[in-house]
């Protein structure tokens, strides 16, 4: 018997299901596929930029201000990446360098997690501040001038940093910074205060200086600012530590016999020159750092010296030496008198 319509066979409704089904489910892998390629692998060629999320900005912001620095394709992805992630109240505020190379699961790693752009700069031994102030203008961190004033470089320091830190409570009032900015290699984030790098020098001159270090300068009845300021001329002088120390005792001797020290590099310090440029009339320049001119230490330390200046400073060799002397190779001479050293100055200096 023929019926007016035919019912298809129950197996062939279930396969067209079925291919609706996988034919749903790759193009939601697809789909899936296409979201994960572009949140997680898809970059462009471009350098690193500095962009900068300033506090208040949202997600939506954020992704605007990413799509116009040309560091994201779409906006609507990456709020769907924050979104996906759940981490839209961890958008953190900051300065980043970032790279259109970059994906946008790298982009927002980074600003998820607060690693904002650094920098590392390396203050050398041996510096003084005018060398630190041209050297941070130079690499464009800071304006030198800034420095110079926060410092106290030629005037007193603008900013008081006693509060903080104990230890600049002896030093003489209105004295500049020298000598503290412990001299090392810092990383300095993008856009931090120059007063806070100032306190990272600090911090770390305030850690160096330990407590068996401190107790042995009181017990010399000597002052910390006295030991940095002979550590200044020991790091300009000398070269090694076991030099430095010998050259410590010389110079701790002739104050205590009312020698002048008669250090070239207090000279230095004040006309600028090199050692090899000094003249007879700069023995005779007016300045309290003039070791030639006036008895004593100089008025302050000449440098930011390193650890071992400073260790050398206190723990000094007395020696037979009263006299020493730095070759043009680093080698340091010493010399128990008068005729021997100006022999080796022949020698050596052709002086």
Sequence with gaps: MNHLFEREPKEIKKSKKSSIILGIVLILILIGFWFFYQIYLLNSPGEEVIFNIKKGEGMRDISSNLKKAGLIKSEILFNFAVILKGVQGNLQAGIYSLSPSMSISEILEKINSGEIAKESITII???NLKDIGKFLEKIELYNSDEFFEMVGYNSSPSQDFSQDFEFLKEKPENASLEGYLFPDTYEIKKGES?????????????KKITNDLRE?????NRTLYQVLTMASLLEREVKS????????????KRLRNGWPLHVDATLVYITGKGSE???KDDLEIDSPYN??????????PICNPGIDSIKAAVDYKESDYWFYLTTPSGQ????????????????????
């Design 194 to 206: 120059l007063e806070n790098v100032i306190r990272k020098m600090l911090d770390n001159f305030d």
């Design 332 to 351: 340091t001479e010493f010399s128990k008198t008068l005729n021997e050293h100006n022999i080796k100055r022949f020698e050596y200096l052709n002086k």
């Design 291 to 300: 070791t030639y001119k006036y008895y004593g230490l100089p008025a302050g």
């Design 125 to 127: 031994e041996g510096w």
């Design 277 to 279: 440029e000094l003249t």
């Design 241 to 252: 530590y076991e030099h430095r120390q010998i050259a410590a005792g010389i110079l701790w």
């Design 216 to 220: 042995e300068i009181k017990t010399q």
